[in-house]
């Protein structure tokens, strides 16, 4: 097991990874203020691990109560967080009782905002259960749901008491959601660790063949990565966060453009990464050669490096509203450099540019 402590002065946590910590009760026990628990998962993933969790937590005299959800992005609504607080309620579910989101990003986040609001707060626990969710999504405490006119729209600030990444949980992902979490690794590399991503450059194959060692090795990378980010700018108010959303502008509106659960969030991210290198590319600051390196990793990794062409006026309504635009003004990722990137705003002659060359 690898530890990876996430240090806030308010709320600190650990992230553990490794293989079999989902029937790992006392890494849970000590965290929970009452013996009383809600899992909350989705019907893909409760038939493969709910019952384990269950069991090795009512062995301790835990009392469980499951709230099982439907699967897929575009369920990521107020309708179904309601079943959520519907659960809670009919189980007479208290402040105290702790809410664990066993599945990946979108169970994650709907989890931690029914906890953030639910009586004012109740705890919870992240047992992330995608890659994705597990380099990502579950590391940091953002938690939201989508609106139809843009994602992760409504949310709180919230943070787990643990996230515990079984990568044990990986062997069943579905090769599609493998590849949508391989973009967010990417991801940690061009931000600012060249290091990273050279190695995943060398790896990628090992990588995608799911081997164990590359595996760990990939992934509490990217949470130290993401938990040195989050400790300095937990809020996203200093200018240091916002650097983890590399591709997420761009990616948001293809998601929303498209329909929620179309295109995975992590491949809306990698064509959106591709676009960011293209705007970089066209302010004279990333030669073609890193472009092109780019695309070859994203492509080595099963995922899309040309995005559908909604037309240069679509994509800049949708980023208008995204919720990283500040003062009426879209907030961009962009990238001096391979392992060196920056928040800055682009014209409509840029990202027009920038679409004629990555889109399709």
């Known amino acids: 097991m690898r530890t990876v402590p996430l240090n806030l002065s308010q709320a600190p946590y650990d992230i553990q990874i490794g293989r079999g910590l989902l029937t790992r009760a006392d890494l849970i026990l000590p965290l929970l203020p009452q013996k009383q628990v809600a899992i909350v998962c989705n019907d893909t993933v409760a038939p493969l691990y709910l019952d384990a969790l269950r069991a090795v937590l009512e062995a301790e005299g835990v009392r469980c109560h499951s709230i099982i959800l439907p699967d897929g992005e575009g369920f990521k609504t107020w309708e179904t967080l309601n079943l959520i607080f519907d659960g809670l309620l009919a189980n007479r579910c208290e402040r105290k009782t702790t809410l664990i989101a066993l599945g990946g990003g979108v169970i994650g986040d709907m989890t931690g905002f029914a906890a953030a609001v639910y009586q004012r707060g109740a705890p919870f626990i992240q047992i992330p259960t995608t890659l994705l969710a597990q380099v990502d999504s579950s590391v940091g405490g953002k938690t939201a749901i989508n609106h139809p006119l843009g994602k992760n729209m409504i949310g709180a600030f919230y943070q787990p008491r643990l996230v515990l990444a079984d990568l044990a949980t990986l062997d069943t992902l579905p090769q599609r959601e493998f590849s949508a979490g391989m973009a967010e690794v990417i991801k940690y590399g061009l931000i600012d660790d060249l290091d990273f991503f050279e190695w995943l450059e060398t790896h990628v194959d090992r990588l995608m063949e799911r081997d164990a060692d590359a595996l760990a090795f990939a992934v509490e990378r990217c949470c130290r990565n993401k938990a040195r980010v989050v400790a300095q700018d937990e809020r996203e108010t200093a200018g240091v966060r916002e650097l983890l959303n590399l591709g997420h502008t761009f990616g948001h509106a293809i998601e929303a453009g498209m329909g929620y659960g179309v295109w995975l969030h992590g491949e809306a991210v990698a064509a959106g990464m591709v676009l960011a290198a293209l705007a970089s590319r066209e302010l004279g600051q990333m030669g073609t050669a890193d472009v092109d390196r780019i695309k070859a990793l994203l492509t080595k990794a099963g995922l899309p490096v040309v995005a559908p062409a909604l037309g240069a006026e679509?994509?800049?309504?949708?980023?208008?509203?995204?919720?990283?635009?500040?003062?009426?003004?879209?907030?961009?990722?962009?990238?001096?450099?391979?392992?060196?990137?920056?928040?800055?705003?682009?014209?409509?002659?840029?990202?027009?540019?920038?679409?004629?060359?990555?889109?399709?």
């Open 314 to 360: 679509r994509y800049l309504a949708l980023m208008a509203g995204d919720k990283k635009v500040d003062d009426g003004r879209i907030r961009y990722i962009l990238m001096r450099r391979l392992g060196e990137s920056y928040a800055g705003e682009l014209s409509s002659d840029v990202v027009t540019r920038a679409l004629e060359s990555g889109c399709e």
